[in-house]
């Protein structure tokens, strides 16, 4: 059988390949036949294929990418560095990271996945105290040596190394990271005269041709091309993403390299992509060249970013939200809590409060203010279009300075007894007053039993939560609750908005009302 089996395939490629050329060789004679019969007409009445003006413009379109390639590629390092493995942890739960077969799809496109690691690749085990290399990719923007690569490139490096496109190599230092747009600028000394290239003055446009080069499993110069394929995603990397998407194959060791215009000039920087597989499936995400130039230019000044700061958590305003507070769009940022002290609390920005605007400039979201409020220095007074109890006014705030690290949390709570609130509409909640359950303080009222089935479940409302308001109002018991929930079911409302405390922070929740 075995035998049989590779006869007919053996015999079956000898008769494809035959047909195949027999195929190719009919359309050419018939493509003489029609040129002899009619010279620029087809035999058969029909119209060209190509319009003549089409075709003019045909000829008129670069047959490839080599001009621009020429000209851009020699300011394209590769930058490999070296990471003390047994004095860094951090550098091993990376190298852990970047080895392992068992993350999802989205962990895999976390800022480490452009990060290539020579060797230990074949599931061999990796001894202690030794250092690691790492090799991703970088470019020149000055003839002075500063370059311009990711964060999680250079983050934790002993000694970094940039190898040009002829193969000469430098050594380089870290003159200042950025993590949150992971983002770093390293320099070398020594010459006044190496090949830069710009970042663009211009945001791309959605199916502009963009044009990558980097160093991708450590194969320097490489050049790869697509289009922008979107803008504005969010990957979950931080409250600043704003990546453009493209489609030109970009891989492990790509971080930290450019992508090209038509024109050379850098519209972004490689730092992740979205992979299954492991490999590239023309899902690359770029840090744009607006978002780049902002930050290159503080850590060339002082070796580090300084961001305007608010001082409120907020989150977007969901259709749910804009109907319970009667806004006629679900747009802004909902403020759940001004941190005490901050510069929204002195402005008296309180917990509730919609965000709609920023200087007159509109905010869709919660990123969205995120993003405007950090482009701006420390010290500026703004104006804020503020949402509130239905009317709308504007607040000037004095931003101050974003610490670098700053996590608000509530107070955790326990499980508690209560009386099921039984009013109409319910929400599928027990409650019982906040004073009387230990540990969960002394306002609102604590989630003591959830109905699995209940609204108030399906939107992550949990035991020991703290419901601190309900429609706008303070609540200290379950009368007040069932008081304004029949309120806002008898105005019309939809839903109804819940200020929530957890562990982990205050939230605004809106609950269909059923």
Do not use: C
């Not at 045909?58 to 990471?83: E, M, Q, Y």
């Not at 003390?84 to 942890?89: E, I, S, Y």
């Not at 006044?192 to 160093?215: E, T």
């Amino acid at each position: 059988m075995n035998d049989r089996v590779k006869s007919d395939t053996t015999t079956s490629r000898k008769i494809l390949r035959p047909r195949r050329l027999a195929l190719l060789g009919t359309v050419a004679a018939l493509g003489v036949a029609m040129l002899a019969a009619a010279p620029g007409s087809s035999p058969f009445g029909m119209h060209p294929f190509i319009a003549p003006a089409q075709a003019a413009e045909a000829a008129a379109t670069p047959p490839g990418f080599g001009d621009l390639v020429s000209k851009v590629k020699p300011a394209v390092i590769s930058v490999r560095v070296k990471i003390d493995q047994d004095n860094d942890k951090s550098a091993m739960l990376q190298q852990n990271r970047m080895d392992s077969d068992e993350d999802t799809p989205f962990d895999q496109f976390s800022r480490q996945f452009g990060f290539r690691f020579p060797g230990g690749m074949n599931g061999m085990p990796r001894q202690r105290h030794q250092m690691i290399t790492g090799e991703g990719s970088g470019f020149f923007i000055s003839a002075d040596g500063y370059a311009v690569t990711n964060n999680h490139v250079v983050d934790h490096a002993e000694s970094v190394q940039v190898t040009m496109d002829d193969g000469t190599t430098y050594t380089a230092k870290v003159v200042g990271t950025d993590p949150k747009t992971d983002l770093a600028l390293i320099k070398v000394d020594g010459k006044k005269d190496f090949p830069f290239v710009k970042f663009s003055d211009q945001k791309p446009r959605i199916g502009d041709w963009v044009v990558a080069v980097g160093n991708p499993f450590g194969l320097g110069g490489t050049v790869t091309a697509g289009i922008v394929s979107a803008s504005g995603r969010d990957i979950g990397n931080g409250p600043y993403d704003d990546f453009i998407q493209i489609d030109a194959p970009i891989n492990k060791g790509n971080s930290g390299g450019p992508a090209f215009d038509m024109n050379g000039n850098v519209i972004g920087v490689n730092t992740a992509i979205f992979s299954p597989s492991g490999g590239s499936v023309g899902i690359g995400f770029d840090i744009p060249a607006s978002t780049a130039k902002l930050v290159v230019a503080q850590l060339k000044d002082k070796g580090a970013v300084t961001r305007g700061w608010l001082g409120v958590q907020v989150q977007p305003v969901t259709s749910d939200i804009a109907d319970s507070l009667g806004l006629k769009e679900a747009r802004g940022a909902i403020v759940d809590n001004p941190q005490p002290g901050s510069p929204a609390a002195k402005a008296g920005i309180e917990a509730g409060d919609v965000i709609t605007a920023v200087n007159g400039t509109t905010i869709k979201d919660s990123r969205d203010l995120a993003r405007t409020i950090a482009t701006l220095a420390p010290g500026t007074s703004v104006k804020l279009d503020v949402f509130r109890n239905g009317d709308s006014r504007t607040m000037t705030v004095a931003l101050g300075e974003l610490p670098n690290e700053r996590q608000a949390k509530g107070n955790g709570t326990d499980e508690g007894r209560g009386q099921p609130s039984a009013g109409t509409p319910r929400l599928g909640l027990s409650l019982a007053p906040a004073g009387d359950v230990q540990g969960a303080g002394q306002k609102g009222l604590v989630v003591t039993e959830v109905d699995p089935q209940g609204p108030a479940a399906q939107h992550g409302i949990q035991t020991g939560d703290v419901i601190l308001n309900v429609g706008g109002k303070a609540v200290a018991n379950v009368g007040e609750v069932r008081s304004e929930l029949a309120q806002a079911k008898s105005s019309g409302k939809r839903s109804v908005l819940l200020q929530v405390r957890s562990a982990e922070a205050t939230r605004f929740v809106a609950v269909p009302l059923a």
